[in-house]
């Protein structure tokens, strides 16, 4: 069975980067630095990306950097995924379909001590990848009205360093140091009676953010956590051409001029969350988090940044009646995500709701799985320049465990 879990898994990830050539994203992307990624290490994804309380005890648990001071011991981890999206685009007057495939993660960790783990992650945190043709807009302290038509690429990766240590038995705290870097390409067209004025920019990205985080285990079956995300300053600059056409005479206005733009800033995030494990092998986890946009006092030519606030609830269920019986040690998972959006558009809310079921497959008697996860989500709404999405997520990583150091008992 374990081979051909492991013969399985490689063949949907080579399957799934062939797909790759169909890349698109949402529409909302064309905001800030793109949509923001969510977390697919091991089994977070299935439980409606919630796991701040957590420990990293058997998959590597980015959410909270002090779950890696719950590491055990001789044991390296690697675990590296990817998902595939296929998104159903519907405004106003017309219905859209797109597919698309992200890399998802690449990380390792392993225990620095017996109470301390370190790790390494690299993975996407934003796309800014979005195609949209002859949106409606209004000009601004007019009856009058343009037409954009604007296609983008690119996004920011996040590659991080993270430590856990862990005080005794039921204290453990961490901290993350987080490089933000990449760059986005945008190329807009703006109709505006008769005439046209083409933008392309590209805008390079890069900064630091820092992430600190704890976690306590009031008993053997209850863990709280809570993390800190701190504010912070990504620098931008940014390459810009300019040119209009009116009468079919064109004219240059700018040509690959450099320039400093505003700097985009990261919001600080609150976040707390519960795990409750229950007799017959059922584990609850439930967080809260709280992103502070407002104080960024950022804003966008068709729209603002606003606080957010998501709500996560997942549960996890094996039998393990039989350990020798491969399905008594299958882990069933489920999730609901729920949030109000970074994102005011023209006054509403770009909400956001997915619910999510999936399967742990083991691979050997380790801590090696294969995890599958399924996602359906809204968002987003039908109204007056806006897009409502619904999608269809398939997520897929494994996570491969190593035992290390351990001295041979037979010679």
């Known amino acids: 069975m374990k081979n051909k879990i492991v013969y399985l898994s490689c063949f949907i990830l080579m399957s799934l980067t062939s797909f790759s050539q169909s890349i698109s994203s949402s529409p909302y992307s ?37 779950s890696l001071g719950y590491l055990p011991q001789n044991h390296f981890m690697f675990d590296i995924g990817g998902k595939a ?3 159903i685009y519907q405004s106003g007057s017309k219905t859209e379909n797109r597919n698309n495939f992200q890399f998802s993660h690449l990380a390792f960790a392993f225990p620095v001590t017996k109470n301390s783990g370190f ?8 796309s800014a990848t979005f195609k949209i043709s002859n949106l409606k807009l209004p000009l601004e302290n007019s009856q009058e009205y343009y037409y954009l038509t604007a296609t983008g690429s690119g996004g920011l990766n996040n590659f991080d360093f993270s430590y856990g240590y862990r005080f005794g038995k039921k204290l453990s705290v961490g901290a993350s140091a987080s490089l933000l870097f990449g760059n986005t390409v945008d190329d807009r067209n703006f109709l505006i009676l008769n005439s046209i004025t083409s933008i392309h920019k590209k805008t390079n990205y890069d900064g630091l953010r820092g992430t600190v985080g704890a976690q306590y285990k009031i008993d053997s079956t209850l863990t709280i956590g809570t993390t800190f995300k701190m504010p912070a300053k990504i620098k931008a600059s940014k390459i810009q051409t300019v040119e209009t056409i009116a009468d079919e005479v064109v004219t240059t206005i700018e040509s ?8 985009y ?3 600080s995030e609150i976040g707390v969350g519960v795990s409750k494990r229950f007799k017959n092998n059922l584990n609850m986890t439930l967080d809260y988090e709280k992103s502070l946009w407002d104080n960024t006092n950022q804003s966008e030519l068709y729209g603002n940044f606003v606080n957010q606030d998501r709500f996560a609830i997942g549960f996890t269920y094996s039998a393990k009646k039989n350990i020798r019986k491969y ?16 994102l005011e558009v023209d006054g509403k809310r770009i909400n956001n709701a997915a619910i999510s079921v999936g399967l742990s497959l083991p691979i050997e008697n380790t801590f090696s799985v294969f995890n599958i996860s399924y996602s359906y989500g809204q968002k987003g709404k039908i109204s007056e320049n806006l897009i409502k999405e619904n999608y269809h997520k398939i997520s897929l990583n494994l996570s491969l465990d190593g035992i290390w150091f351990l001295k041979r008992k037979i010679e």
């Open 85 to 87: 999206i296929a998104t």
């Open 327 to 342: 399905w008594d040690r299958v882990q069933y998972a489920a999730g609901v995500n729920l949030n109000n959006g970074y």
């Open 119 to 126: 790790s390494v992650a690299l993975r996407p945190y934003s």
């Open 30 to 66: 064309l905001y800030g630095v793109g949509s923001l990624y969510d977390s697919d290490f091991g089994v977070i994804p299935s439980i409606g990306s919630s796991g701040i309380a957590l420990p990293s005890s058997t998959f590597i648990n980015n959410l909270n950097p002090s």
């Open 256 to 263: 690959d001029v450099p320039s400093d733009i505003d700097d």
């Open 265 to 267: 800033y990261m919001p």
